[in-house]
């Protein structure tokens, strides 16, 4: 079972460089999210997605996008990357009104 | 505003006794709660929840209590035991209002003093 997979697992990046995290999951889950968790801090979710071709904001959607062409995937860009964008991303995916499954996260630096 | 507060950032419990994470919450929109824990360089694995038409839910060692009057709920480990050493990150949801997202709290790093 693959569950949820993400890719890059670590990446470092140079600031206003851009990049793609690819989130990928093979449960045919309508909901998909990205969290950000910063050290010492809860997750924050990023964008979420409940269905192809639907994505909407979540707390902190500033400086990323995303989008839901497929079920199964949802890429989060990072376009100009910010050392305030040094984070683990969580790729996420459920059913509705189930339990909420991770992915193991992307190490990003931004230096 | 931090609408999920989980006041303890650590706690230490020795082998065999009960460990005792507790988080609060402010928005009465709530109604699903769940726990997660997560081993470091790994994501959150979802470890117990309950709905706000139950008080308390067990499974196995894990049981957690919830206190709607007072916004608060609690996971109760028993007896503790060195894997379960993690950081426990509890989640909200307003679920009946059709809204998947989860409301994180920011963990409590338990740890098991063998």
């Known amino acids: 079972n693959a569950g949820v997979t993400q890719t890059p697992k670590f990446r470092i990046l140079k600031i206003g460089q851009s990049m793609t995290l690819q989130c990928t999951q093979d449960m045919n889950h309508n909901y998909m999210y990205w969290y950000r968790q910063d050290p010492g801090m809860g997750l924050k979710l990023i964008y979420y997605?409940?269905?192809?071709?639907?994505?909407d904001k979540g707390e902190v959607p500033n400086g990323y996008n995303v989008s839901r062409s497929t079920t199964e995937d949802f890429p989060l860009r990072l376009e100009l990357a910010a050392p305030s964008q040094t984070s683990v991303y969580f790729c996420?995916?459920?059913?509705?009104?189930?339990?909420?499954?991770f992915g193991e996260g992307s190490w990003l630096t931004v230096v | 505003d931090q609408q999920v507060k989980q006041n303890s950032p650590s706690l230490s419990v020795q082998e065999g006794r009960i460990s005792i994470l507790n988080c609060d919450y402010t928005?009465?929109?709530?109604?699903?709660f769940l726990w997660y824990k997560k081993y470091p360089a790994e994501g959150p694995t979802f470890l117990i929840s309950?709905?706000?038409?139950?008080d308390k839910n067990e499974d196995g060692r894990f049981t957690v209590f919830l206190n709607k009057s007072a916004k608060h709920l609690s996971l109760h480990i028993v007896p503790s035991q060195p894997g379960d050493s993690a950081v426990y990150f509890c989640a909200a949801s307003a679920h009946r209002f059709g809204n998947e997202k989860l409301t994180f709290g920011t963990g409590t790093r338990l740890t098991i003093i063998p």
């Open positions: 996420a995916s459920t059913a509705s009104g189930n339990t909420i499954y």
């Open positions: 309950i709905s706000s038409i139950k």
């Open positions: 928005n009465s929109m709530f109604d699903y």
């Open positions: 997605s409940v269905g192809a071709g639907i994505t």
